[in-house]
């Protein structure tokens, strides 16, 4: 049943029916829910094969429809009992669900290395293609990838790399896993976007420093194992000799042109993944004890979202919160937790909202406030 109405100041907004797992089947039917997911790839075929607007397809589904949709749904926690979160972490159906999109996304990949070099096509509609391919690196090539990438099974964590491999993003792993957590909500995290910091400085600060912060935790590592710090064994190398040989047999294969629109696309995506990482995080520092040392992190050092679709179509991401929390948690597993400053609609219209910065700081600067007087554990700035 939806329900229609005015309530709370909001305006025609949504209220879906909650879910009560109180049956040994619900377990199953909440894993279901999660091929929501599957809309975007679906998208991305229609305008890998189809011409003209429908190009556009996908970019428009995730940037024009789900943020007006978050706008319409009401939000809601939604959160599991313990004995129903203890039920869900072992039900292979989650994992499966996110195991299935490493072919999906490879497969997607190629399909799209053959069809945006179909002749005849207009420039915007290569253009539609090539965004669409940037879309599907951010959800699954880096996002799905970001699941995975925090398993305990090396196996597991090989995949998230293959993953990551089809958005050239391979140092992700190390940056994110041994260097995000530990500074997260820190001037040290590149990641991590300072209060009054405009997007598009923050893109140049990330990426860069990332990249060399990478580097660096790899190199120490070596050095710990008594290795050679840029010896065979070190994971940058690797990372970087398996994205060359990529983009060596997609130019034997499919030609120059082919090989830079992937490229593109790549890229692209990468300004979008540190706009995610801007959302994150921004204005959030962690204060320190009397020692001087920062103190854990907590929930309130993350921004969180509890908007439906964007929360089953990034597997959870957005309640990143109680990711940060404790970052071994599988994503069926998340909570949303009342301390946890809240964005004021989801992630793609946040996203969306950055772009104009002042537009922005006039949104969140207040919350920033309001919440740095309620919580002793928060510095804003």
Request: proline share 5%; net charge positive.
């Amino acid at each position: 049943m939806v329900r229609w109405g005015c309530g709370g100041g909001y305006f025609s907004l949504v209220e879906l029916p909650a879910i009560q797992p109180s049956s040994r089947y619900q377990p199953r039917l909440r894993a279901l829910r999660y091929l929501v997911t599957f809309i975007a790839p679906a998208w991305a075929l229609v305008g890998f094969f189809a011409h003209g607007a429908w190009t556009w397809a996908l970019p428009l589904h995730a940037f024009v429809l789900v943020p007006l949709l978050e706008l319409l749904v009401r939000h809601r926690p939604d959160n599991l009992t313990a004995d129903e979160e203890a039920i869900v972490k072992d039900d292979p159906l989650f994992d499966w669900m996110v195991y299935a999109l490493v072919p999906v996304q490879w497969a997607l990949l190629l399909v799209f290395l053959v069809q945006v070099a179909e002749p005849g096509l207009l420039w915007w509609e290569t253009a539609g293609r090539i965004a669409s391919m940037g879309i599907l690196c951010g959800i699954y090539g880096i996002n799905v990838a970001h699941e995975l990438g925090h398993r305990a099974k090396r196996w597991e964590r090989d995949m998230a790399r293959a993953l990551l491999l089809t958005s050239l993003y391979m140092h992700f792993i190390i940056e994110h896993n041994r260097g995000h957590h530990k500074r997260v909500a820190t001037p040290e995290d590149p990641a991590s976007a300072r209060y009054g910091e405009w997007l598009y400085a923050f893109w140049l600060r990330s990426l860069v420093f990332s990249f060399v912060s990478a580097w660096r935790i790899e190199a120490g590592r070596m050095r710990k194992a008594g290795l050679a710090p840029y010896g065979w064994r070190n994971e940058m190398l690797q990372a970087i000799c398996w994205q060359l040989g990529l983009l060596v047999a997609i130019v034997t294969t499919f030609g120059p042109y082919v090989t830079a629109y992937f490229v593109i696309a790549a890229l692209a995506w990468r300004a979008a993944l540190e706009t995610v990482n801007y959302i994150e995080h921004y204005g959030l520092r962690r204060t320190r004890d009397a020692q001087g040392r920062y103190r854990r992190v907590e929930h309130v050092h993350s921004w969180n979202s509890d908007h439906l679709l964007g929360r089953l179509t990034l597997f959870e991401l957005t309640r990143h919160s109680d990711h940060h929390w404790k970052a071994s948690k599988k994503y069926q597993t998340l909570h949303s937790i009342d301390s946890a400053p809240q964005l004021p609609t989801g992630y793609p219209g946040t996203m969306m909202l950055s772009l104009v910065p002042p537009l922005f700081f006039a949104v969140m600067h207040p919350r920033l406030r309001t919440i740095a007087e309620r919580e002793e554990d928060l510095e804003v700035g």
